[in-house]
């Protein structure tokens, strides 16, 4: 999942990319009003963590315009005011949820998983497509019971897919939603390859249908239906 943090506070800034890239997020990071527009116009992100105040801006402007350009995408307003009004303003704006500092990263990390779960697949932890469940906070992937190992990345593209059924997904889309801001020095998708192949073969061995149809020179597409 692809994170943009924009806090100015270098310390915490550097402790939350940290903690999080820990987790499995891709995180790509802002300290000013300024460098968090530019970047929410270079990716789409599944959550963006903002905080209100700002040096060159308020957080809460840059919210009206994420929810102008990218209504899907997840907020989390991270203020170190504990005001009723900022938190409303923010909620009435479209945030999804509140944090004031000093906050635990772990529970930003919580708050980051009930909001994408609610984002991406209606809030449930179990997500169940034909044969395959995943447990959404534990990662954990099953084919009619039977576990199967993968990597952070086969995970986040298993993922990706599952979100995006009976879609068409360019190698450059994919690639963007595991790697990021990564995909900016890389000459070609072509390690992508290798990913999806060994993704496949994990899931075949479980006995899981092969679900995942190749659209050669343009990308995949993840379906159920024969």
Known sequence: MKILLIEDEPQLLSSMKAYLETEGYVVTTASTFRQGMVKTYDYDY?????????????????????????????????????SLNDKLTGLELGSDDYLTKPFHLSELNARLKSVLRRRLFGGQNLIHFAKITINAHT?????????????????QILLFFIANPDRLLTKGAIAEFVWGDHMDLANSHDFLYTHIKNLRKKLIEKGCPDYLRTRYGVGYLFSATP
């Open 139 to 155: 990662h954990q992937v099953n084919i009619e019971g039977q576990p199967v190992i993968l990597t952070e990345k086969e995970y």
């Open 46 to 82: 599944d959550c963006v963590v903002v905080d209100i105040g700002l040096p060159d801006g308020n957080g809460l402007d840059l919210i009206r315009q994420l929810k102008t350009t990218h209504a899907q995408t997840g907020i989390i307003i991270v203020s170190a005011k504990d």
